[in-house]
């Protein structure tokens, strides 16, 4: 204990002492000139340690994007989002540094040597500019919310396409990037037209989405003739394809934009899609009426080129006689025929045989079809609904069968083409009365009309 409190005296006595000397020094001492210091003698009071190159960690592909000017660590929360940062990124180039960071966007922080190659050639030859209008269009999705297919149209008609996916985060990020071919030839020669549009066809036709999206767009289009080549005739009649040009042009449809095709099955050999149409208001905008149809291609090998061998038009069916017809499911310019296959089919304004500007044009879609080939005929079938003499209605249903028959005519169908008959009454598609007797006016409806049979 003694010896405790000795050592701590001394300790204390001691610490006093240094502490009476430093503030003797600061009140005696003059203060030292402020030193300058030289650049060199800087670097040497921070030296800088080299590190080995073999060192350096390499860059992630989001910090080596960074140093390009590109934000590849934005996530997109939508596809659109995305394929808009890309068209951005397009339309700024103007170097290959430009044309680096592009290909860097589009392959997530990497350039794919091939698609760096691919893309200089398409900016050699001024290619990468968007078309001014509608650029950038969605072409159908694969997966339902996790995978679609996006165009991005030049100004020269080619297409660049983009498969875009959802990440297990939510966010979207492209999956593969399908650029337009060059149209220049092996030989260093540019392509003619007809060279460039054949490659074109060939390569859609062993894409099934592409297939059945140009598929919707000739339909929507009224271009009969290159739909009804597109299909397996054996499957799909003419009438059929006449029909659904009718029912588009009728119903105003377009096609849906935001979805216009919708992948049910993707197979080698087989594909299926739901393909979306929207019908249009008076002014020409888009409203809310959404219709929908199947689609199925199909070919024999993966190497052959698709064919559209099946169309399901139910829904669209019923949107159309809900919003054209009343509510009237029979009312419709294509019908199954008591022999099989479709028909198409005008209808008339009660007791008359006159046509209508809408029953006008439907014909312009007929006779389009068959100026085609002056070898095909057509049976015009006149009818009546049940009200009146047989002898009046039979009368009548000649009359409806005649105008018909002229309207064609006036429209360039060669006369030997047309064919008519007449029925009055005696071919109802439904009975005039409902089950409890009463009159049916929608019935009656749908039995004042003209069958048009393609038998070819």
């Known amino acids: 204990m003694t010896k405790t409190i000795v050592f701590g005296t001394v300790a204390v006595a001691a610490g006093l002492g240094v502490f009476l000397s430093l503030s003797y020094c600061r009140e005696t001492i003059e203060p030292l000139p402020e030193t300058v210091v030289t650049p060199v003698e800087k670097k040497l009071e921070k030296p800088v340690m080299e590190i080995p190159d073999e060192l350096i960690p390499d860059e992630t592909p989001e910090e080596e994007a960074e140093h390009m000017a590109i934000d590849m660590a934005k996530e997109f929360d939508d596809p659109k989002e995305l394929i808009e940062n890309i068209m951005i990124q397009m339309a700024q180039v103007e170097s290959e540094d430009d044309l680096k960071k592009l290909a860097r966007l589009l392959g997530n922080g990497k350039v794919d040597a091939g698609q760096m190659a691919k893309l200089k050639q398409l900016y050699e030859e001024n290619r990468l500019k968007l078309r001014d209008d509608e650029a950038m269009a969605l072409i159908g999705e694969l997966r339902a919310g996790k995978k ?14 983009l498969e875009v996916m959802r990440t297990p985060k939510g966010k979207w990020k492209v999956d593969d990037v399908k650029l337009p071919f060059s149209k220049m030839g092996a030989d260093g020669k540019p392509l003619t037209k007809e060279q460039i549009a054949q490659l074109q066809k060939e390569e859609e036709m062993r894409d099934a989405m592409n297939y059945s999206h140009n598929f919707l767009k000739t339909l929507i289009g009224q271009d009969f003739e290159s739909a009804r080549n597109m299909v ?11 029909g659904l040009c009718i029912l588009f042009e009728d119903g105003q449809y377009v096609i849906n934009k935001d979805k216009p095709l919708q992948a049910i099955r993707l197979k080698d050999t087989m594909s ?12 020409g905008g888009a409203v809310g009426n959404e219709a929908q149809f199947s689609v199925t291609a199909i070919r024999d090998k993966k190497e052959d080129p698709w064919k559209i ?19 009237d499911v029979y009312y419709t310019p294509l019908f199954k025929n008591p022999n099989g296959g479709e028909t198409l089919v005008i209808y008339f304004e009660f007791d008359s045989e006159g046509l209508t500007d809408r029953t006008k044009k439907q014909l312009d879609i007929v006779a389009g079809l068959l100026k085609l080939d002056a070898r095909k005929k057509v049976r015009l079938s006149g009818h009546t609904d049940s009200l009146g003499s ?19 005519a006036g429209k360039g169908v060669a006369k030997a083409q047309l064919v008519t008959e007449s029925h009055g009454f005696s071919k109802l598609r439904r009975p005039d009365v409902k089950d409890d007797g009463s009159d049916d006016p929608g019935a009656r409806r749908a039995n004042r009309r003209t069958e048009i049979y393609l038998d070819f």
Do not use: H, M
Not at 234 to 239: G, L, M, V
Not at 272 to 283: D, G, H, R, T
Not at 390 to 408: F, H, I, P, T, W
């Open 309 to 327: 061998d099946e169309l399901n038009l139910d829904r669209l069916l019923e949107d159309y006689a809900k919003r054209v017809a009343g509510g």
């Open 232 to 242: 397996n005739s054996d499957k799909i009649s003419d009438a059929k394809i006449a």
């Open 148 to 161: 679609s297919r996006w165009g991005l149209y030049l100004k020269d008609n080619s297409v660049v396409q």
């Open 390 to 408: 047989d002898e009046y209605n039979q009368g009548l249903s000649k009359e409806r069968a005649v105008a018909v028959k002229a309207y064609l």
């Open 272 to 283: 299926a899609f739901y393909a979306n149409v929207k019908s249009l208001n008076v002014e």
